[in-house]
Structure formats: C-alpha cells, structure tokens
C-alpha cells in the first residue's frame, strides 16, 4: 500500500468515514497491528478510560520522537500512531469508572473521576466533566430529578407524560425528551445551552421561566437572579460528539471558538474553502482539535499570544 493510500486511510479514520471494509484494512496494516498491540498491552487489558487514554498517549508520543538524535519521526509514521490510538479507543470503547455513593437509604451519587458517561435507569445519558456530581433517587423513574454540580451534557430518555428535571444552583430546567449541555464553571455565570428539543428554565428566587428553542443559550446568574437569552450557531450533537458534514472551514472555526471559547482565526487565500466532516469528542482539548482538523484538511497553524491562526 503506498503513502498516499495510507494517508488517505488516516485521514478517513479521523473523520469518522471509513467503511467497515477500509477499518479492517487500516487496521491489518503491519505498522498498526504493531501500535494496535504496544498500547493495548500498556493499557493492561483495562477497560479504557480517559486517565489511561492520556497515560497511552503520552507513551505514543515519546516513541515518535528519537531520544539519541532528538528528531521527529517522519511525519507518516507519527500519524500511524496517532491514528492507532483513535482506532484502539474506538475498539475499545471509554466506559468509565465512577464513585457511586449511597447516601443514604434514599439517594445515590454519582462522582465523575475523569470525563465519563453515566447512564440513568430510565436510559438518560449524561455525559460527564470530571469533578462533576450528579444526585438521584432510588425511586428515580417514578419521579425523574437530578441535581448537578458541575458540568455535564444530558441526552434525555422520552417518557410519555413524565417530566425530567435538573436542579442547578438555585434554578431547574425542565424536560421531556431533549439534548442540552449545562455550565457551571463561573458561578457567576451558569450556562444553559439547548441542542436540539424543548426545556424550560425556571429561576427559583423569582420564579421566572424561560422556555427555550434549539440553538439558544440562557446565562444565568445565581447571586442576584439575572438572566440572558443568545442564539447559538446549530450543532449537531450525539452520544458525546460533535457532527459536522461538509461544514465550511470558517463556519466550523466559529463553533470551534463557541465550544472552546477560544480566539482562532483563518488567513490566507483559498480558491475553494475546504470543508471538514467528521467529529469532535466532548472530552477532547483544544490543541487535540486544532491538530485533527489541520491535518485533515490538509492546513497549518500557528500561536500568537492568545490567538491560534490557521492558514494554508
């Protein structure tokens, strides 16, 4: 198999569109069979979740660099790398371990140790950030309540006639069947984003409720009760990813920017502005980001002070 097929394959795998038939070709190839199995023997067999993702992936790097010679490997090889651990994570799958505490008779918590998902007993998925708690009752599908610290993304089950709540510092939103992400990293500024179906928010202080639509997020502020209302730019969102299909290079910069409330900007000229389909993992960095799309699309990059810059 030549370079450019190889590069091709590369390219497919990390935007999510290789067929059954091409993953297996990828992965017969000698080289990823070899990365295939370093990095699943250095997992140790465990179930893979993100610490050992992370500890996988700092080995990874280190074989890509020469520590006699202090040179990069050629680019292709790197790639393979790169490219093996997203095959071996997507084999593998991340469920993850969890802290579940019975508080008591009447309560369970849960406490994400590392970004995970947690699926509830009526089939909602919450995806988790590490740090974050989520609190619900044994009785939980006959009155369906969480309360969360933290931040987490919830995929809710429809149940007919059954309303899902979530209880946030000083307010709740209400659901039926609904995907949306909630921020509580300032606390003075809580974010509730909506992806896709209906909520509401209700302030408990004084009782306002916002009914909310698609792509819109409400910012709330717990200590003296304000909120506001924003459109957002329409994301696709499902079982913790970000989808895109052929979304132009500037359009994908600024959800890029929205999710990672970061500064990226797009220079040079371009007969045809490339577009990008793939994914992006809810738990994935900024830099992880930019690396996948640069190399996909075939762009570079580069930092200036707190900007990124792409070009081509």
Request: proline content about 2%; aromatic content about 10%; some cysteine.
């Amino acid at each position: 198999m030549d370079k450019d097929t190889k590069m091709s394959l590369i390219k497919g795998l990390l935007a999510g569109q290789l067929t059954k038939k091409q993953r297996r070709s990828y992965a017969d190839l000698e080289s990823v069979d070899r990365e295939l199995k370093i990095q699943w023997n250095e997992s140790e067999n465990k179930a893979i979740d993100f610490k050992i993702k992370e500890q996988i992936w700092e080995k990874v790097k280190a074989r890509c660099v020469d520590r006699k010679r202090n040179k990069v490997l050629t680019e292709l090889r790197w790639h393979f790398a790169v490219a093996s651990l997203a095959l071996l994570l997507t084999i593998g799958g991340f469920w993850m371990n969890s802290i579940r505490d019975n508080i008591n008779d009447e309560f369970i918590k849960v406490i994400a140790q590392q970004n995970q998902m947690h699926v509830l007993p009526d089939s909602t998925k919450v995806w988790m950030e590490s740090g974050s708690s989520i609190k619900y009752t044994k009785a939980f599908n006959k009155k369906r309540e969480v309360w969360l610290e933290g931040n987490s993304f919830f995929e809710v089950y429809k149940h007919e006639g059954s309303f899902f709540q979530v209880h946030i510092n000083k307010a709740f939103i209400e659901v039926k069947g609904t995907c949306f992400q909630i921020k509580q990293t300032n606390a003075e500024k809580n974010e509730i984003t909506l992806f896709h179906g209906k909520i509401e928010f209700n302030v408990e202080s004084t009782g306002e409720k916002i009914i909310m639509s698609p792509s819109q997020k409400v910012m709330y502020n717990p200590n003296n009760a304000q909120t506001l209302v924003e459109n957002v730019m329409d994301i696709n969102w499902k079982d913790g990813r970000y989808n895109f299909k052929e979304t132009p290079l500037s359009q994908l910069i600024s959800i890029v920017n929205q999710i990672y409330q970061s500064n990226i900007i797009l220079e040079g000229k371009f007969t045809k502005q490339p577009s990008f389909t793939g994914s992006i993992r809810y738990d994935e960095t900024l830099d992880d980001v930019i690396d996948k799309l640069c190399f996909s699309l075939n762009l570079t990059y580069k930092k200036q002070n707190r900007k990124i810059v792409i070009y081509n």
